[in-house]
């Protein structure tokens, strides 16, 4: 997109979505959100990102962001798989309420993170092949 | 030990990681995906297989999904009846992927075969998801991956006659799934449980407060798993979606896909509601009355089809009416003789569908009136065709007629004898549709017929044989499974 307030603004502003993106998919079992609401957010600022810069790169590097998507999406599910096999009280559990206190479902937190932000990625440029 | 332990839910799980894992192949490297997918059915076959071993020797099998106990987590269960649609999903699905390692490369385009497996491994995951758990919200989320696998199965060919049958599939599949999830939600409102056990227990002291409720959930459920489940006026669908997808599709959706609805919901009438609710609301003579239509209009239909994909499609449609028949007897004979159904016509359909996909990629035909002659050109193609047809149509020694026999005597047992005609003119209908084509392939060829063998790949000619030669076993001893069906339904039924 050859817009200069757009490509100035979101130079900064990327950092931050991708900030709270990581917030809400940590915060997940204290707060509103989680995996799903924030991989969402970290989807859309790096398809934001792509949709403003991805043109100017070489043509070949285009379909880039489609493999890693690929890529992350079979780490995603192999972290959720782990989820449904072990028992639920597992892991470091620290003080209920705060941050690092519920062993391993942050980690699965992440991957569903992963998986919902890489799947964003994948269809928006599965349907960017099309034509 | 461990794993053990966490058999029932490894049956699933390892699927859908081979679902996240392979788009990664489908993109790099395709070749390995078919022989992935073999492998992945193969271990899931086995596993399925030590776990009907574990149920027969009389253990039912709860499996607490991270340690979460049944109120509040989600928990799978394995009864004989689940252990037996395990073995038969898992069966057939293995058949059928032998068989599409060949006859996929005519059917669709290159690049989109990796991505189809992916759409089949998730079909076969979520179907047994739908068989195996014990939960109903779990059991709407599988409904939902079972209609976007299918609907993707549908689309692989990339036609424009199966992107426009995929389309109306999606929309009314979604249409479905929006009324069992109302359902699903009035029972939780009501019962405040979402596990069937204890749904069934809360409804026998709260369904008497609610008529109304009880009416509208049952017909929610009805309308909903009835549309996936193809019963006669919400088929419409059925027809285009089957005949329009590549032929080892058409095999898992008309043979597989539209069984586990039926199970689902054989469950939830006799095992949450109760056979007194199921009469009570008329719901029976409804299932009845649909499934006389479905038997008739299902025949009628497909004797006018050219298509020989078309025609199979369409006599799907009847042969779900045959199956819901024996639900809506509510008898012991009745739903032994629906779930018989589930299992012969599952192999009857595969054997058929495989039999045409094997025609089209040898001859390229797919026209009924072309068949001329080709009992000569592809044996052993046409002599399983054969088998299943007079199957179809219920000739004693082959599997059809035991259903159609145990349909009867349910009848009777149910007090209304009409059904024996309906049975007996279906019978005739399906002749009607069936036979002119296997009297083509053998009797009217127009110049002699020079006998060759089939020039079809070996791995698409085991399967076949493998599924004709089950209809003849199931038609020769069914005793055996006959008796473990009836215990099956008289604990549906109690």
């Given at each position: 997109?050859?817009?200069?307030?757009?490509?100035?603004v979101?130079?900064?502003?990327?950092?931050?979505?991708?900030?709270?993106?990581?917030?809400?998919?940590?915060?997940?079992?204290?707060?509103?959100?989680?995996?799903?609401?924030?991989?969402?957010v970290?989807?859309?600022?790096?398809?934001?990102?792509?949709?403003?810069?991805?043109?100017?790169?070489?043509?070949?590097?285009?379909?880039?962001?489609?493999?890693?998507?690929?890529?992350?999406?079979?780490?995603?599910?192999?972290?959720?798989?782990?989820?449904?096999?072990?028992?639920?009280?597992h892991?470091?559990?620290?003080?209920?309420?705060t941050?690092?206190?519920?062993?391993?479902?942050?980690?699965?937190?992440?991957?569903?993170?992963?998986?919902?932000?890489?799947?964003?990625?994948?269809?928006?440029?599965?349907?960017?092949?099309?034509? | 030990?461990?794993?053990?332990?966490?058999?029932?839910?490894?049956?699933?799980?390892?699927?859908?990681?081979?679902?996240?894992?392979?788009?990664?192949?489908?993109?790099w490297?395709?070749?390995?995906?078919?022989?992935l997918?073999?492998?992945?059915v193969?271990?899931?076959?086995?596993?399925?297989?030590?776990?009907?071993?574990?149920?027969?020797?009389?253990?039912?099998?709860?499996?607490?999904?991270?340690?979460?106990?049944?109120?509040?987590?989600?928990?799978?269960?394995?009864?004989e009846?689940?252990?037996?649609?395990?073995?038969?999903?898992?069966?057939?699905?293995?058949?059928?992927?032998?068989?599409?390692?060949?006859?996929?490369?005519?059917?669709?385009p290159?690049?989109?075969?990796?991505?189809?497996?992916?759409l089949?491994?998730?079909?076969?995951?979520?179907?047994?998801?739908?068989?195996?758990?014990?939960?109903?919200?779990?059991?709407?989320?599988?409904?939902?991956?079972?209609?976007?696998?299918a609907?993707?199965?549908?689309?692989?060919?990339?036609?424009?006659?199966?992107?426009?049958?995929?389309?109306?599939?999606l929309?009314?599949?979604?249409?479905?799934?929006?009324?069992?999830?109302?359902?699903?939600?009035?029972?939780?409102?009501?019962?405040?449980n979402?596990?069937?056990?204890?749904?069934?227990a809360?409804?026998?002291?709260?369904?008497?407060?609610?008529?109304?409720?009880?009416?509208?959930?049952?017909?929610?459920?009805?309308?909903?798993?009835?549309?996936?489940?193809?019963?006669?006026?919400?088929?419409?669908?059925?027809?285009?979606?089957?005949?329009?997808?590549?032929?080892?599709?058409?095999?898992?959706?008309s043979?597989?896909?539209?069984?586990?609805?039926?199970?689902?919901?054989?469950?939830?009438?006799?095992?949450?509601f109760?056979?007194?609710?199921?009469?009570?609301?008329?719901?029976?003579?409804?299932?009845?009355?649909?499934?006389?239509?479905?038997?008739?209009?299902?025949?009628?239909?497909?004797?006018?089809q050219?298509?020989?994909?078309?025609?199979?499609?369409?006599?799907?449609?009847?042969?779900?009416?045959?199956?819901?028949?024996?639900?809506?007897?509510?008898?012991?004979?009745?739903?032994?003789a629906?779930?018989?159904?589930?299992?012969?016509?599952?192999?009857?359909?595969?054997?058929?569908?495989?039999?045409?996909?094997?025609?089209?990629?040898?001859?390229?035909?797919?026209?009924?009136?072309?068949f001329?002659?080709?009992?000569?050109?592809?044996?052993?193609?046409?002599?399983?065709?054969?088998?299943a047809?007079?199957?179809?149509?219920?000739?004693?020694?082959?599997?059809?007629?035991?259903?159609?026999?145990?349909?009867?005597?349910?009848?009777?047992?149910?007090?209304?004898?009409?059904?024996i005609?309906?049975?007996?003119?279906?019978g005739?209908?399906?002749?009607?549709?069936?036979?002119?084509?296997?009297?083509?392939?053998?009797?009217?060829?127009?110049?002699d017929?020079?006998?060759?063998?089939?020039?079809?790949?070996?791995?698409?000619?085991?399967?076949?044989?493998?599924?004709?030669?089950?209809?003849?076993?199931?038609?020769?001893?069914?005793?055996?499974?006959?008796?473990?069906?009836?215990?099956?339904?008289?604990?549906?039924?109690?």
């Open positions: 997109m050859d817009d200069y307030i757009t490509r100035v979101f130079r900064y502003v990327l950092l931050f979505i991708l900030l709270y993106g990581l917030y809400i998919i940590l915060h997940g079992h204290v707060s509103p959100g989680g995996g799903f609401a924030g991989g969402m970290i989807g859309m600022g790096l398809l934001l990102y792509f949709l403003l810069f991805g043109l100017e790169w070489r043509a070949k590097l285009r379909r880039l962001p489609m493999d890693v998507a690929l890529v992350f999406i079979g780490l995603g599910g192999i972290l959720e798989a782990v989820k449904f096999l072990l028992p639920h009280e892991g470091p559990v620290g003080m209920p309420g941050l690092f206190s519920v062993g391993i479902i942050s980690v699965v937190n992440f991957g569903i993170g992963l998986l919902v932000a890489s799947t964003i990625l994948s269809i928006f440029y599965l349907l960017v092949e099309e034509d | 030990m461990f794993l053990w332990d966490k058999l029932p839910f490894l049956l699933i799980i390892i699927i859908l990681l081979l679902c996240f894992v392979m788009p990664f192949f489908a993109r490297k395709p070749v390995v995906c078919p022989y997918t073999v492998v992945t193969i271990i899931v076959f086995v596993i399925s297989v030590v776990l009907t071993f574990r149920v027969a020797g009389g253990e039912v099998i709860h499996y607490h999904a991270g340690d979460w106990p049944p109120p509040w987590g989600i928990e799978i269960f394995i009864d009846l689940a252990a037996m649609m395990l073995l038969l999903l898992t069966g057939s699905c293995l058949l059928i992927v032998f068989y599409s390692l060949k006859a996929l490369t005519k059917e669709i290159g690049p989109a075969i990796g991505w189809y497996y992916t089949f491994l998730l079909t076969l995951a979520s179907m047994m998801g739908i068989v195996v758990t014990n939960d109903l919200f779990n059991l709407y989320v599988m409904v939902e991956i079972v209609s976007i696998g609907v993707g199965l549908v689309v692989a060919k990339g036609e424009k006659l199966s992107t426009e049958a995929s389309l109306r599939y929309m009314l599949a979604t249409l479905g799934s929006g009324f069992m999830l109302f359902a699903i939600g009035f029972l939780y409102q009501v019962t405040g979402l596990n069937m056990p204890y749904v069934a809360e409804l026998l002291e709260v369904r008497d407060q609610y008529p109304f409720l009880m009416w509208a959930t049952l017909s929610f459920f009805t309308v909903g798993l009835g549309v996936k489940a193809a019963l006669f006026p919400l088929h419409i669908w059925l027809p285009d979606a089957h005949s329009s997808a590549p032929s080892p599709s058409s095999a898992v959706l043979g597989l896909v539209v069984k586990v609805y039926i199970i689902s919901m054989l469950r939830i009438y006799f095992l949450v109760g056979i007194e609710v199921f009469n009570e609301t008329f719901l029976r003579s409804l299932i009845l009355l649909l499934a006389t239509m479905a038997i008739l209009g299902g025949s009628l239909f497909a004797f006018v050219l298509d020989l994909k078309r025609r199979l499609a369409y006599s799907t449609v009847a042969q779900i009416g045959y199956i819901f028949l024996g639900m809506g007897l509510g008898t012991v004979w009745g739903v032994t629906a779930l018989l159904h589930i299992i012969i016509h599952a192999l009857m359909k595969i054997c058929l569908f495989m039999s045409a996909g094997a025609v089209y990629y040898q001859t390229g035909r797919k026209k009924v009136i072309h001329s002659g080709l009992g000569y050109q592809m044996p052993v193609t046409m002599a399983a065709f054969t088998i047809s007079l199957s179809m149509v219920g000739i004693p020694f082959f599997g059809g007629f035991i259903t159609k026999y145990g349909l009867a005597l349910g009848s009777l047992e149910a007090n209304n004898p009409y059904f005609v309906l049975i007996v003119v279906s005739l209908l399906n002749a009607a549709y069936y036979f002119p084509i296997v009297w083509q392939a053998y009797f009217t060829s127009g110049h017929p020079q006998m060759t063998m089939d020039k079809v790949p070996f791995t698409m000619l085991v399967p076949i044989i493998i599924t004709a030669l089950g209809i003849i076993y199931m038609g020769l001893f069914p005793g055996r499974i006959l008796e473990f069906l009836e215990q099956v339904s008289i604990r549906l039924l109690l």
